[in-house]
């Protein structure tokens, strides 16, 4: 199989008409950058997919995460930079001679085939002898669990079933990269759980690097080795899904990452008594731990405003640390979601229902909470980087 490496990748889309000349800055539409060149959807992307590795990109809609992709497979011109499959340079190779396969969104399905058809239909196109079509479809078949369907055609097929022949046809091909855009978005959400459990599974059982895309960040955090945040073109942060959720590098990671939300408390400060740094926040001061203490003293950081971080799994009901009144309350079986209003601010908590006095944490109720500081971020207020 083969690694993926994409050095200072640059897209842009040319303008369709003439437009004035602008003076001075770029300017920005959609949160993408117009230059006179054109829009530019993808900036100084850097990155290196080792050999079998699960990379997911990640983001909001409109980040150039699905542009990356199909610059990957070829469907999309590189206005800049060099991508490498394997040792090989393919800027200029086309999308039939990369060795890849992609599954789309819409299945892309040809629907007067069989299942049987479509998934034999690309190696027919290569000449691959008929008993080794009928291996390779009745292998893949049976890894996907669709072998009863071969011979119906799609419009006889539920979503899920759709998408497994669809990830079929591409396997098939034993490609070097197998390339996914958003292949669960059409299905329900117990559809997508399932079909989930089944790509990781999948990974296990061929020998494939994969590129997966998607706006979802459950699906990245429960499928990918490593995850590619992306925001306006630009990479945000690249690491393990332990490493994304625990040490977000600035303010957007921290708030895209997570469900609920990370809780984001302004109006803070960071202060320094002599050597000693601690958090002013609601009109208390928080002292830091030991570590938090040696990481601001190592980067000889000044008192800053901050943007102080906490995700809702961190907050602990009781105590008179802090004080907030209940808005709502979400029952969701083994945890209940509480909306509560502190110093005007909504801020929300998951607390665990076992052995919780549900009449406590009733709509309307005063409650206390605390939080541990050792799992407080601290963003700076000007340029949104965690400070630890």
Same mark, same amino acid.
């Given at each position: 199989?083969?690694?993926?490496?994409?050095k200072?990748?640059?897209?842009?889309?040319?303008?369709?008409?003439?437009?004035?000349?602008?003076?001075?800055?770029?300017?920005?539409?959609?949160?993408?950058?117009?230059?006179?060149e054109?829009?530019?959807?993808?900036?100084?992307?850097?990155?290196e997919?080792?050999?079998?590795?699960?990379?997911?990109?990640?983001?909001?809609?409109?980040?150039?995460?699905?542009?990356?992709?199909?610059?990957?497979?070829?469907?999309?011109?590189?206005?800049?930079?060099?991508?490498?499959?394997?040792?090989?340079?393919?800027?200029?190779?086309?999308?039939?001679?990369r060795?890849?396969a992609?599954?789309?969104?819409?299945?892309?399905?040809?629907?007067?085939?069989?299942?049987?058809?479509?998934?034999?239909?690309?190696?027919?196109?290569?000449?691959?002898?008929?008993?080794?079509?009928?291996?390779?479809?009745?292998?893949?078949?049976e890894?996907?669990?669709?072998?009863?369907?071969?011979?119906?055609?799609?419009?006889?097929?539920?979503?899920?079933?759709?998408?497994?022949?669809?990830?079929?046809?591409?396997i098939?091909?034993?490609?070097?990269?197998?390339?996914?855009?958003?292949?669960l978005?059409?299905?329900?959400?117990?559809?997508?759980?399932?079909?989930?459990?089944?790509?990781?599974?999948?990974?296990?059982?061929?020998?494939?690097?994969?590129?997966?895309?998607?706006?979802?960040?459950?699906?990245?955090?429960?499928?990918?080795?490593?995850?590619?945040?992306?925001?306006?073109?630009?990479?945000?942060?690249?690491?393990?899904?332990?490493?994304?959720?625990?040490?977000?590098?600035?303010?957007?990671?921290?708030?895209?990452?997570?469900?609920?939300?990370?809780?984001?408390?302004?109006?803070?400060?960071?202060?320094?008594?002599?050597?000693?740094?601690?958090?002013?926040?609601?009109?208390?001061?928080?002292?830091?731990?030991?570590?938090?203490?040696?990481?601001?003293?190592?980067?000889?950081?000044?008192? @800053?405003?901050?943007?102080?971080? *906490?995700?809702? %799994?961190?907050l +602990?009901? #009781?105590? &008179?640390?802090f $004080?907030?009144?209940?808005?709502?309350?979400?029952m969701?079986?083994?945890?209940?979601?509480?909306?509560? @209003?502190?110093a005007?601010?909504? *801020?929300?908590? %998951?607390?665990? +229902?076992? #052995?919780? &006095?549900?009449? $406590?944490?009733?709509?309307?109720?005063?409650?206390?909470?605390?939080?541990?500081?050792?799992?407080?971020?601290?963003?700076?207020?000007?340029?949104?980087?965690?400070?630890?």
């Open positions: 199989m083969a690694s993926v490496t994409l200072n990748v640059k897209k842009i889309y040319p303008h369709t008409e003439k437009k004035k000349k602008k003076k001075d800055e770029p300017e920005k539409k959609n949160n993408l950058q117009i230059t006179e054109g829009v530019v959807a993808v900036q100084e992307f850097n990155l997919i080792q050999d079998r590795e699960f990379v997911v990109l990640v983001g909001p809609s409109g980040c150039g995460k699905s542009t990356t992709l199909r610059m990957i497979a070829g469907l999309e011109e590189i206005t800049d930079g060099e991508l490498y499959i394997g040792d090989r340079l393919v800027n200029d190779v086309a999308p039939k001679d060795d890849i992609m599954v789309f969104q819409n299945y892309a399905l040809y629907p007067h085939m069989t299942v049987y058809e479509n998934m034999a239909f690309s190696l027919k196109l290569k000449k691959v002898p008929k008993a080794e079509i009928d291996q390779k479809v009745r292998e893949a078949a890894i996907l669990g669709i072998t009863e369907y071969l011979d119906r055609k799609p419009k006889a097929l539920s979503g899920g079933q759709r998408q497994r022949v669809a990830i079929g046809r591409a098939v091909r034993n490609p070097q990269v197998l390339l996914m855009d958003e292949p978005s059409n299905l329900d959400a117990k559809l997508r759980n399932q079909m989930r459990a089944e790509l990781i599974k999948l990974r296990s059982r061929i020998d494939t690097t994969f590129v997966y895309v998607t706006h979802d960040q459950t699906e990245a955090m429960t499928l990918g080795d490593r995850i590619v945040i992306m925001r306006d073109g630009f990479i945000q942060q690249i690491g393990t899904p332990q490493e994304v959720f625990h040490h977000p590098q600035n303010l957007f990671v921290a708030g895209f990452i997570g469900t609920p939300q990370m809780n984001f408390f302004e109006d803070a400060r960071l202060v320094k008594r002599g050597d000693t740094y601690s958090v002013e926040l609601l009109g208390k001061e928080i002292a830091l731990t030991e570590a938090q203490q040696k990481a601001l003293r190592a980067k000889q950081q000044p008192e @800053t405003d901050l943007v102080v971080g *906490v995700r809702p %799994v961190h +602990t009901l #009781g105590g &008179d640390h $004080s907030a009144k209940i808005d709502v309350s979400e969701m079986g083994s945890e209940m979601h509480l909306h509560m @209003t502190v005007d601010r909504d *801020v929300v908590a %998951v607390i665990p +229902t076992a #052995g919780l &006095d549900l009449d $406590s944490v009733r709509t309307g109720a005063d409650v206390g909470f605390d939080f541990d500081p050792s799992l407080m971020h601290l963003f700076d207020k000007e340029t949104e980087q965690n400070l630890l």
